[in-house]
């Protein structure tokens, strides 16, 4: 009988099991609803909130925490553009204080904003607060009413007082005499906080979107 030879290098061949694979079945992509939920950041959003405006010795100057709180739109100029960005961002619930900067508040003290005035400009202010129209020397301010915070009579004009004045626009302008002499009377129309490291402690109540049909708005829990 003869042997049938087979090479040693001869391999069966392998079976090989085909790979049964199911339908790829890929899962629906889930979307939060999109809604118009109000931010900080965001334009067109109504800020409630409590602050408490303080110097940086601590002395208060302002503060809504005893009574009810603020309320303003962002960018409608009510807080400086610089205390205004340090509270974006914040949630209703959420408080922080700041320490800010003169230049972050309201600015440096600007010399071109200290005017003189005649004296005899301010004859119209009486205890009575009678107005007074008259030429302001030529110092950039046609006229000016004269009715001041506590309406007192011109000889009692004191260094402090805080006056309304109008200018040619009769745009309202609020000055500080920061001296008296014979003749004249200088008043400073800088911020009186102008120049003054702050302190502002802020908590956000709620914001609310005005830039939706229906408002939305947030409050803090």
């Not at 002499?181 to 609310?208: C, Q, T, Y």
């Not at 049909?213 to 829990?221: C, K, V």
């Amino acid at each position: 009988m003869t042997a049938t030879s087979q090479d040693p290098k001869a391999e069966d061949p392998a079976v090989k099991t085909p790979e049964i694979q199911g339908p790829k079945i890929q899962a629906p992509k889930t979307q939060a609803p999109k809604t118009h939920a109000p931010k900080t950041h965001a334009p067109k959003t109504r800020v409630t909130l409590h602050f408490e405006l303080s110097l940086a010795s601590g002395e208060v100057i302002d503060s809504t925490f005893d009574r009810h709180p603020g309320s303003f739109e962002l960018g409608d100029g009510t807080l400086p553009t610089g205390i205004e960005s340090l509270i974006r961002g914040m949630n209703p619930g959420e408080r922080q204080r700041f320490e800010v900067s003169p230049e972050q508040a309201f600015g440096m003290p600007n010399p071109n904003n200290i005017q003189r005035f005649k004296r005899s400009d301010f004859a119209g202010i009486n205890a009575a607060g009678e107005d007074h129209n008259g030429d302001s020397g030529g110092n950039g301010h046609s006229n000016f009413n004269g009715e001041a915070q506590g309406r007192v009579a011109s000889n009692e004009l004191q260094v402090g007082m805080m006056i309304s004045f109008a200018d040619a626009a009769n745009t309202e302008l609020a000055g500080v005499v920061s001296r008296i002499e014979e003749d004249h009377v200088e008043v400073d129309f800088n911020h009186p906080l102008a120049g003054r490291s702050l302190i502002f402690d802020a908590e956000i109540v709620a914001l609310e979107n005005l830039d939706v049909t229906e408002p939305e708005r947030i409050n803090a829990n």
